[in-house]
């Protein structure tokens, strides 16, 4: 297939494309605060928290990111507590600590300085190779591609690219592409035209094909395919979990908060008590979650009647959790952390547990 690709290639107006796309993008671009400048850790820190995330949602958190931790030196040099909570509900908090991790080995090795070289920079966590070629191609002007889905989506289009984009072994025939068609005066303007491209007028439904800036160089819509490219095949559907879990209060009006161990899914965050419910145990599920706070954390809980449910959404499973209330009745030696709720602020949560509180918060305790 790649032959296939470099053929296509050859008789491609490779001068003319790169010329519509960046005098397109130049004149249409949004005014994205990571645009401000070329700052290469700032280009990083927008690349990571763009993974799976609408760019609305991450304007303000990366406002609020780049405030709160504006160099380099201060994202290393942070707690990572605090961290964890500047990215509270962006969700994929690997990404993150695997972001503070690179930078401290940028601090320590490079001095502060995101390195520019390919080899440099992809040995850094969490730096694969899209994220390589944005902050090369963006930051320092390096012809190098930044292949994500978006990218694959407007040049299987645009190159009939009859290739299932789901498929690992496929980002190569379009890295090799992108080397190819990449404006070599101006890379940092192709890969984000190619990318602004996808965002506003390639989209993965409905394509804006009449306002494409590069319509005539355009095979897909040539040959009236547009809609049928990419190829993705279907993802499996994620396992639904049940789940409870337990608000827990005592007489003085502190919250009982447990942290999640420090690898594995949301590793590091805080959270409420809970636990996988087992559908065959004949128990109720609050009897189950009092059994759970008694043996697991040696507490004794005058529990509620069901409060209200949360379900959140991974790609892999979706969590069903049922949310109950208790009132603490008597400590043993527990491992959970007592707070306030003034206190309750300092600490990361994922959403679904954010969601948990705000049921607490509505609930009638008289």
């Not at 899209?130 to 994500?148: C, F, H, M, Q, R």
């Amino acid at each position: 297939m790649i032959n296939d690709v470099q053929n296509k290639l050859q008789s491609f107006p490779i001068k003319e494309f790169q010329d519509d796309l960046i005098n397109w993008y130049l004149a249409e671009k949004r005014d994205l605060p990571w645009r401000k400048d070329q700052d290469p850790y700032k280009v990083w820190v927008s690349e990571i928290m763009l993974q799976q995330t609408r760019v609305d949602t991450v304007i303000p958190y990366f406002n609020a990111f780049i405030t709160k931790f504006p160099t380099i030196n201060a994202l290393a040099d942070a707690d990572e507590e605090e961290v964890l909570k500047a990215w509270e509900g962006l969700g994929y908090y690997s990404r993150v600590r695997n972001l503070q991790a690179a930078v401290k080995e940028v601090k320590e090795t490079y001095s502060g300085k995101v390195p520019d070289s390919p080899l440099e920079i992809s040995k850094l966590k969490g730096v694969g190779p899209y994220t390589k070629g944005a902050i090369l191609s963006i930051a320092y002007n390096i012809p190098e591609p930044a292949v994500d889905g978006n990218v694959m989506r407007v040049l299987s289009r645009i190159l009939s690219i009859w290739e299932d984009i789901a498929k690992p072994k496929t980002r190569k025939i379009f890295e090799e592409a992108t080397y190819e068609l990449i404006s070599k005066e101006d890379p940092s303007s192709f890969n984000q035209a190619v990318m602004e491209l996808g965002a506003l007028i390639c989209t993965p439904t409905s394509p804006k094909c009449l306002l494409c800036p590069v319509r005539e160089h355009c095979t897909a819509f040539d040959e009236g395919v547009q809609s049928e490219l990419p190829i993705k095949s279907k993802k499996k559907k994620p396992k639904p979990l049940q789940m409870a879990a337990a608000v827990l209060y005592d007489n003085t009006g502190k919250l009982y908060i447990h942290k999640r161990p420090p690898a594995g899914l949301l590793a590091n965050l805080w959270e409420y008590p809970n636990l996988e419910l087992d559908s065959m145990s004949g128990k109720t599920y609050r009897d189950q979650l009092g059994e759970f706070l008694l043996n697991e954390y040696g507490i004794e809980a005058e529990l509620s009647e069901l409060t209200g449910t949360v379900e959140h959404v991974f790609s892999h499973l979706i969590w069903n959790i049922s949310v109950f209330i208790g009132k603490v009745k008597n400590v043993n030696d527990t491992n959970l952390l007592p707070v306030t709720e003034e206190e309750l602020q300092r600490y990361a949560f994922p959403v679904s547990h954010q969601k948990i509180y705000q049921i607490y918060k509505k609930a009638d305790l008289s």
